[in-house]
């Protein structure tokens, strides 16, 4: 995959996950998934095995608890760098997974995007919540700037919420 320069990239933008975009989506999530599982004492076909039941757990996971989330790939200069899963419920608005491209990350590019996802909720009077792992740092970090707070804590996950 080539590089990306997205440090003085316009906003980024979002549009409707389609069919195209699922080798992309895939390629997302084994981003994170192959660095964890490198120092498993797996072969490498075992390996993409698991990445890819992961992978479809997860989707499935995804819409079965959050029918009518929208899925969304997250471009910046018109290239895909990640992908923003918001449902939008009667009571509030939920960011079911947000994921960027490592090389898109450390760059402020998530700040921009959650600012633009925040917009939604403000317009809409509603909070917005997410659940983080309590392991990722870097993830609780950006929503605590964004005034995100803490709702609830039960290992291995941490429950945020953000009022308008």
Known sequence: ???????????????PAEARDEAFLFDLFAADRAAQLAAA???AATRAFLIRAQH?????TYRRDYPGARFEVVECAGA?????????GERCVTYVDIALLP?????????????LALEEPRRL???A???VLAGNAASLSLCERL???????????VALEWTP
């Open 129 to 131: 919540r997410a659940t």
């Open 1 to 15: 995959m080539e590089r990306l320069n997205v440090a003085g990239a316009d906003a980024p933008t979002l549009r």
């Open 103 to 115: 090389e898109a990350r450390g760059r402020g590019l998530a700040t921009r995007l959650m600012r």
């Open 80 to 88: 895909p760098v990640g992908l923003l899963v918001t449902h939008v």
């Open 56 to 60: 479809r757990s997860m989707m499935a």
């Open 125 to 127: 009077g509603l909070p």
């Open 41 to 43: 004492p797996i072969d």
């Open 147 to 157: 005034g995100f707070v803490r709702r609830d804590e039960t290992p291995p996950f």
